[in-house]
Each structure stands twice: as C-alpha cells, then as structure tokens.
C-alpha cells in the first residue's frame, strides 16, 4: 500500500471510529462497570480506550465489522476481564 493509500485508508478508520464511539460509548462504559465492577472503578476510562484502540486496529487492517453490537461487546468483555485479571494478579489474590 502507498502513502496516499495509507492516509486514505487511516482516514477512513478514523471516521469510521469515531462513528462506532459515538454510537456505542454507553455500551462500552457499562460493559466494562458490569465485568470490572469495584475492582476496575478507577481504571474504567484507561479500558475504555484499549477497547477503541482494538476496534481501531481491526479498522486500520481494514477489516469490516459486520455486527458491531456483537463485536464491539465481546471487545469491551475481554478488555474488562484483562484488567480484572491484572488488578487480582497485582494485589496478589488468585485468578480463577
């Protein structure tokens, strides 16, 4: 891919995003409130933005999102469970 089709195709995932963002930001936000709950409350905004940075990578690879309902919740799912596994790992208490 060249230059000009790079920046093309970056503009066109950053619209794309920002579409998604809007449209979904509520899920997302209550996703990750639901999986994290306590254990997450001050790290929500931080994985929040690694879920939009995988969306966003998936559109750069300029793969299409055929249901993002779905997608976008499974995103927001794995992200949360990341850093609830993390904060556990951290505080030393055991993940199951």
Do not use: C
């Not at 809007?22 to 996703?31: A, D, F």
């Not at 994290?36 to 995988?54: N, Y």
């Not at 966003?56 to 976008?72: A, F, M, S």
């Amino acid at each position: 891919m060249n230059t000009n089709s790079q920046a093309i195709a970056t503009f066109g995932a950053d619209a794309q995003l920002a579409g998604l963002i809007t449209e979904y930001r509520k899920l997302v936000r209550s996703v990750i409130a639901k999986v994290g709950g306590a254990i997450v409350r001050d790290s929500g905004e931080d994985i929040e933005q690694q879920v939009w940075m995988a969306i966003w990578g998936r559109l750069q690879g300029q793969q299409e999102i055929d249901h993002p309902t779905t997608y976008i919740y499974t995103v927001a799912r794995r992200e949360a469970v990341h850093a609830v596994q993390s904060e556990l790992s951290a505080s030393g208490d055991a993940v199951r």
